[in-house]
């Protein structure tokens, strides 16, 4: 059904009775280091997504989002949710695990509104699976703190949705906020808020190139990932550090090349830590770039489109650094800019983007280019 620009009364007839709400996020630093036990540092970013509720008493889930089509509308019946490979699945993977953890959930009317592009590496999955259930907490007066939440999102995407993905991006958007970066330890899901520096900003700019996290390649690196540390005998890859170098150079290839990036990015996220800490930002950029080259020559998930917009914004004067951001196949780039210049940065990189026919750069934070 189309519900084109429709507010929750126009759809349902009748009043919002509760809001949850969640922000997209960039990732600073720490790239595929989730689902191996390590440490990420992702930040909040001004998009969020907007979830307005009301409950029913006919065990009947009505969901309206605005960012499908242009506007659409699906239901299914509150206890029977079944995987139909359509975005309510990431509704249905949220009420699924709310069940799981004892909650009776009941029918409900929701309206999903959201400024986070889907499906460009700013996580727009995380903050709508995080603002339905803050929206469900409400509604339903449920006694659970912000990392439960994130477990409750990633249950939702892991297991229901069924994305091979870590914990980060649930973690960010139940945990961070814009004016700090969020130092996690994925494994025991411990966190940090770390002051982000004055004198710089962020710009991140979206290669128009769309992956998809449950897709082949991202299980193919959850995959090799998993027998690289198999083959090194430990757990995960978090276990193991810098000092294993040789035994990691004498892994069959690509498994050697893969666990590199991932031990050498968890020791990138600690030094990223530091450095932000002692405010030192030329160093913080030269981490972002050899966090790029790693993911772009060890891991193998950057594209073309992506080096191009990563060297383009590396060479604009005032510019630290600048990466990949997200798990990779396309999405979207992160540089970290001198505060004041990430506008003029931002023009800079579109405009050499589009210098190649049928391409076109958008800016997602840091100063719209129209
Ligand atoms: P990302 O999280 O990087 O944006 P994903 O592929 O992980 O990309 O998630 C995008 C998917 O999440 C969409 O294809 C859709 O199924 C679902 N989704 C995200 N936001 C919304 C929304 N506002 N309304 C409906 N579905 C959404
Ligand atoms: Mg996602």
Known sequence: MTVKGQCFEAVFGRPVKVLGEAPGRVNLIGEHTDYNGGYVLPTAIPQKTRVEM??????????????VRGGTQLSYRAGEESRRGLWLDYVQGVTAALRDRGVAVPGFDARIESTVPLGSGLSSSASLLVALARALRAMLD???DDV?????????????VGAPVGTMDQMAASLADENTALFIDTRTLA???????????????????THQHASGDYKTRRAECERAAAALGVPQLRDVDEAAAQRIASLPAPLDRRARHVVTENARVLAAVAALRAGDLVRLGELFDASHRSMRDDFEVSVPEIDDLVESARAQPDVFGARLTGGGFGGSIVALVKRGCAARVGRAVVEAYARVP???????VGEPVS
């Open 54 to 67: 009301a409950p029913r008493d006919d065990g009947l889930i009505q969901i309206a989002t605005m960012s």
């Open 142 to 144: 449920l006694v659970i």
């Open 358 to 364: 049928n391409r076109r750069a958008t800016v997602l």
């Open 148 to 160: 439960e939440i994130a477990r409750i999102a990633h249950a939702a995407e892991h297991d229901f």
């Open 191 to 209: 966190f940090e808020r770390i002051p982000l520096p004055a004198e710089a900003e962020l710009l991140v700019v979206n290669s128009g190139v």
